[in-house]
């Protein structure tokens, strides 16, 4: 006797520290009825997912992979919570100049580390999660992506918006393997890129008309024409 195993349908995401795809989780499940099974990670792109949803650049990230960029992520500066920075943060919610920062010990800078060193994102987040403990103890400050210093940050430290017109922001993206591309990433990707539950990824073609909604739609025409004609004629006479 046949046994016949339903295979249900599953896509594994991994996201990076700093990012909340929970929204897109939700919506992607109810636009395709496929089950997600999610992963937060420090290090997405070493995880064992179909699809990772990283911060950029990095510098594993070659040729056979996709890559979707979704969004550039706000600089950020972490600082004592009793620092003068921290003060002015609080009293007007304006960003940090970084000129007025050149005096303070530099725990540590995502950025520099990153672009420069070749980091894997997963070595940048634990150091800076080493440096926040330092600015904890209320001596010097960090750089990084905002989100990243604010789901990171304890409650000794203040993540502030950072003004560095020099400094080139962090980018959130879809990466994943060219070979395990699927339509089920596909979906995800467009729904993270904005599509809504009712505007899926498949079109849907118009019906063409029946032979009778043809047929009838002549017929009218017709009569029309005809009672346009005797009308001309009367008028004449």
């Not at 989100?147 to 990466?175: C, D, G, M, N, Y």
């Not at 699927?182 to 539950?197: I, L």
């Amino acid at each position: 006797m046949a046994v016949h195993a339903s295979i249900e349908r599953m896509l594994t995401i991994s996201f990076v520290t700093g990012t909340e795809p929970g929204k897109w989780f939700k919506r992607y499940e109810e636009l395709s009825g496929t089950c997600l099974s999610a992963l937060p990670s420090t290090n997405p792109l070493a995880e064992p997912a179909d699809l990772a949803l990283m911060r950029l650049p990095d510098t594993r990230v070659d040729e056979s992979f996709h890559v979707v960029r979704l969004y550039e992520e706000a600089l950020g500066v972490a600082v004592p919570k009793d620092s003068v920075y921290a003060e002015m943060f609080a009293a007007t919610g304006e960003a940090v100049d970084r000129k007025e920062l050149r005096d303070e010990i530099v725990n540590f800078d995502f950025f520099d580390c990153v672009e420069a060193a070749g980091e894997t994102e997963g070595d940048a987040i634990e150091q800076l999660r080493t440096a926040l403990q330092v600015v904890a103890a209320n001596v010097g400050v960090a750089y990084g992506p905002l989100p990243l210093l604010r789901a990171l940050s304890k409650k000794q430290v203040v993540a502030a918006p950072l003004e560095a017109l020099e400094v080139a922001p962090t980018e959130i993206a879809l990466v994943w393997k060219k070979e395990r591309d699927s339509e089920e990433v596909q979906d995800f990707v467009g729904v993270a890129k904005g599509r809504t539950v009712r505007s899926s990824r498949q079109t849907v073609t118009p019906k063409k008309p029946g032979k009778s909604q043809v047929k009838k739609r002549s017929v009218k025409g017709g009569k029309k024409a005809v009672q346009h004609r005797q009308m001309r004629k009367r008028k004449r006479r």
